[in-house]
């Protein structure tokens, strides 16, 4: 899996002509094209860099460390943003961050070539700062909450924005962050209005986003990928309230009780082979992979965290039986099939499944999350 992540990533760095080709025709049409090939740091480049970055192989570590510091400063000195999205790969990095932390700290004694490694690794928190800045500057609704394509002249705010963003801003409150009650209470803002605008009362799903200009909420209720965005950020966002605050603050936390409210909306919706439906209510829907594998990475990380223990009516079985209904998805060489592909605007899902850079990397990052024993067969070496 690993060895086709990376692929992947150079395939987005250097698109092949054909690529390009398609992409200014689509764009000729005028059908949305390719952000990624004006954007290397576009959502798919950030769930691979995430996937790489969760796998532990510091091979695979820096080759998305190098990645991402190469396009973080590609105009110039300042960190530059072409789409909100870019928050993605920043948040990876500050995974790395992290990782790299904890790592370090269980060493008795660094030798040089450690040291430089940290070094070059630490760079990334200041980074996200900066970008931090500049996030904080884009355009907003009238509650604050980022928009997702201002150049549109609307005020539509996505799933995948409000999910991007604020994983972003709770990994960097959870790095030490010189200003990280701020950079909390950001995530927080824009998870409160997306729970308040954003969310189907019946189901309690989310819709792919809302728009308060229109006073309509837009796209498909329970779309998995739409979930699968908001519950990383989500889930990233008390984690973070769990490190800074401690544990017993959890439940005074005002997005606490919510948060499980919509883990069990997601996990009621889970189907007698362990998986969700790409539209979560459709029993007998079809699979895609990257949303489940979103949904999977973000449940992973609350388990290994030690959210869960705080709901006991989420059982470990139903945590097991999602994770592995995954392998069916992903080949012996490592290759995630099964993902849908990009969505081309609200309830806009051409019905095609296959390989794409967004299922590897969140396949990726999702089974590096098991346990050695249920991972190591479908992810090393490959």
Known sequence: MTTIAL?????IEHPSPLKRGKDTVKRLLK???DASIQDPLFWPAGLLLLGLVETGNSEAQNSARTYLQRHLHAGGAHPRLLHLDDALAMGAGLRLYQKEEERIGALEQQSPQEASRRSAISSLLHEGERFADILRKLPADAEGSLIYNPASGGDDIFADGCGMV???FSLLAACKGQDRSSYLSFAASQLTAFLQHGMDKRSGLPYHGYSLKKGAKQGIPGWSRAAGWLLMGYTEYLIACKSIKGRQSLPDEK??????????SILNCQREDGALSWILCSSEGAVDTSGLSMLCYAIGRAEGE????????ILPQQIFSLRHSLLPCIREDGLVTGSLSACEDFAVHRQIYGSFPWGQGAALAAISLASKEESHHVREGK
């Open 166 to 168: 604020s994983f972003f």
């Open 255 to 264: 997005l606490f009780l919510p948060y499980f409210q919509l883990l069990q």
């Open 7 to 11: 692929r992947n990533l150079q395939e």
């Open 31 to 33: 059908r949305p094209g």
């Open 306 to 313: 030690g959210l869960l223990a705080e709901c006991p009516t």
